[in-house]
Every structure is written in C-alpha cells, then in structure tokens.
DNA sequence: AACGCGTGGAA
DNA sequence: TTTCCAAGCGT
C-alpha cells in the first residue's frame, strides 16, 4: 500500500470528525456497518453545502423519516417544507424521486454498483462513488471538492479544473485502498476541511507533508487552478405581500426551475431593468399597494433587487390560485430564504421568535 | 462544456 | 464590504 494511504488512515483513526451521519473506525472495526439510507441521505443534503448546515436538517428528516420507505410515504410537499432554507430545492425533489424508486424497484435496498446508483435521480459521479465506498466499502475513487484541493496539492497538478479532473480521478484511485475504501474517503474529505484547507492550510500538522509536492516546490494555496468566474448580473422586480386580518396570500412556484415547486409571495418577473411605471400592472390582484421596503438576495448566478409592496385588508374572494397562511404560521411553509426576507420586509414580526 | 441552480459563514 | 465558496447534479 502507498505510505500516503497508510499515514491518512493512522491519521484518520485519531483525527476523524464525528457527525451525525458517520461510523466511527472504532464502530466498523466492532463490525458496524453503515446504513446505505443515512449515507446517501446525507451525501444529498451535503452537495454544495456545509456540514453546519446539514446536520440540524439531517437530524430533523431522520426523525421524520426513519428509513427510505417511510420517506417514499411522505409527499413532495412535506419533503420541500422540510428542506426549505437548504437551497438547491431540486436536490430534494430528486431525493423524493429516488426514494420513490428505491421502494418500488429496489425492495427498499439501495444498490451497491455505480452503475444503478449513477442512473437515480440527484446520484452523479461523487455521490454514487460515495455511497458505494462509504456505505458498502467498495473500493471507488470518490472525488469531490476536497479532494481536488488535496490531491492537485499533493502532486502539484496545475492544470485547471475542470480540466484536471480525469487526472484528479485517475490519481484518486491509485490511492483508494482495498480495505477501509469508505475510511480513506473520509479520511480524504477530512483532510480537506480541516488542514488541507481552500486559504492558510495547515501544512505544519499535515499528516501528507512529507508528501506534498506543492509544499516542496511553491505554495499549496496556489491549487487548484480555476478558471476565473463570471460576473454576476443584477435583476430587479417587485414583491406583493397581501394581508387579510392576520392571513397572508402565498401561492406554488412552478415545479421545476429556480426555486422550482416552493411557495412564494407573488413577483413581478425578474429582468435586468426596473420597469418602474408598470410594477403595479402585474400585482396579482387589485389592492391598495403601498411600497413598504427594499431587499436583496444573491443567488448562485445573479443578484436580486425586490421592491416589496404591502396591502391590507384584502378581499380574500378576489384571489385565486394560492393560499392564506395566518402570519404566525409561515414557519410551516415551503418559503425559500429569498421569500421569508420579502415577507419579513413587509411583516417585520412575521419570522420573529416568538418569547416564552 | 458551460450554465442554471441557494444559502450562510468565514476572512 | 466584498469575495469566496461548501461532501455536485442535470441538461
């Protein structure tokens, strides 16, 4: 075995993360095993987003839903209001949609080979080499961000992404052992995000020192090379917030697309420019709209401006197509963040915690 | 291949 | 304040 596999996995022993969704080496070593259900669940939850982030939702669906049959029970519905504030909702339709088919076609069970688990819904390259390694041990090369990072600073690969990744890959694999394949995944991702880090890694303590040829040549930090990113756009639009009595008017987003199947207050359309004179045209519904605050949210490829207009005293019957929620409720909803600060805009108190 | 797709925390 | 970016996937 490579010595850069031993020494991650003797450092993995004594330095590894605990997490709510993870085996210790101590535990598999008692003969544990993972359950391939909390794994890929977690995996999901974990693309493109924190381990802070994931773990409270991670608990919540667990307690929900115990196991993939008890997800595939639920609805959609219930799965978005779940995960809303996680972002990329499309991860959590998908997870649905794979539970769904994990339970007809599966008996319950997920596979185990790359090949069925690359053809589910929301399961790419790292997360059907994660499960597979982390879940069933089996020996596949499970690359993600972290692992870029850490190999192109072993060997000093200065070719940039994504045009390093066959490389990336092919190296990744050559290091993955027969044994604890699962162990030096994590071990890999740990390393990644705690020493191996993006800015001011901690190469003083790094297990892989001896080995890096980015520390003997240059500076790690220089890796990996990317290619530079584009600007971010700007839209602007308007918001409506309608309030009857202690009510407040949501309706659907439709299923796919930005913040495809959440709730939301209704807009404007989003475009470049503010068409000032005819924000009021495309309210839902007549009201006395009065302008009541600004917001901004930054979402992955560009940069909202809502206006966000107020109205009271609605006649719920002149409103058709959504729903009234009482204010003390929107908890409960589908609301993505960009739509609670709407809200919040208008209703100061709507998302306040409430005391005792 | 390049783009659409959220959010919040760190520096 | 701004910038970066965190266990990527689908098209």
Request: hydrophobic letters at 45%.
């Amino acid at each position: 075995m490579q010595p850069i596999t031993t020494r991650l996995l003797l450092w993995y022993d004594s330095h590894h993360r605990t997490l709510p969704w993870r085996i210790s080496p101590r535990e598999r070593l008692a003969g544990i095993t993972a359950d391939p259900y909390r794994i890929w669940l977690s995996e999901i939850m974990l693309q493109q987003t924190t381990v802070e982030a994931v773990k409270s939702y991670f608990r919540v669906f667990i307690e929900k839903w115990p196991t993939v049959v008890d997800l595939a029970a639920a609805s959609q519905d219930d799965v978005l209001r779940a995960w809303a504030g996680l972002g990329y909702y499309s991860r959590a339709r998908n997870l649905k949609k794979c539970a769904d088919i994990i339970c007809a076609e599966y008996g319950g069970h997920f596979p185990s080979d790359l090949a069925s688990l690359k053809s589910l819904p929301g399961i790419g390259d790292y997360t059907a080499a994660a499960i597979a390694s982390i879940a069933f041990d089996l020996p596949m090369a499970v690359v993600d961000g972290n692992v870029e990072r850490v190999i192109t600073r072993l060997y000093a690969l200065a070719t940039p992404l994504p045009l390093a990744k066959p490389e990336i890959r092919s190296r990744m694999q050559a290091l993955t052992p027969d044994e604890r394949s699962g162990d030096f995944a994590q071990a890999m991702m740990d390393l990644g995000a705690t020493i191996c880090t993006p800015r001011r890694p901690a190469c003083v303590i790094c297990p892989l020192n001896d080995n890096c040829q980015a520390l003997k040549t240059t500076d790690p930090e220089f890796f990996p090379v990317k290619a530079p990113k584009k600007e971010k756009p700007v839209r602007v639009g308007a918001a409506f917030v309608a309030i009857s009595n202690d009510e407040l008017y949501l309706r659907s987003r439709a299923e796919t697309g930005l913040l495809g199947g959440m709730a939301e207050v209704p807009t404007t359309s989003w475009t470049a420019r503010l068409d000032g004179e005819t924000e009021l045209d495309a309210a839902p519904f007549p009201a006395n709209w009065v302008a009541t605050g600004n917001i901004t949210h930054v979402f992955t490829h560009f940069e909202l401006r809502l206006k966000i207009y107020k109205a009271h005293d609605v006649e719920k019957d002149i409103v058709a197509g959504g729903w009234w929620v009482k204010v003390d409720k929107l908890g409960g909803e589908a609301l993505p963040t960009v739509m609670k600060k709407a809200i919040a805009a208008a209703v100061p108190d709507a998302f306040a915690r409430r005391r005792n």
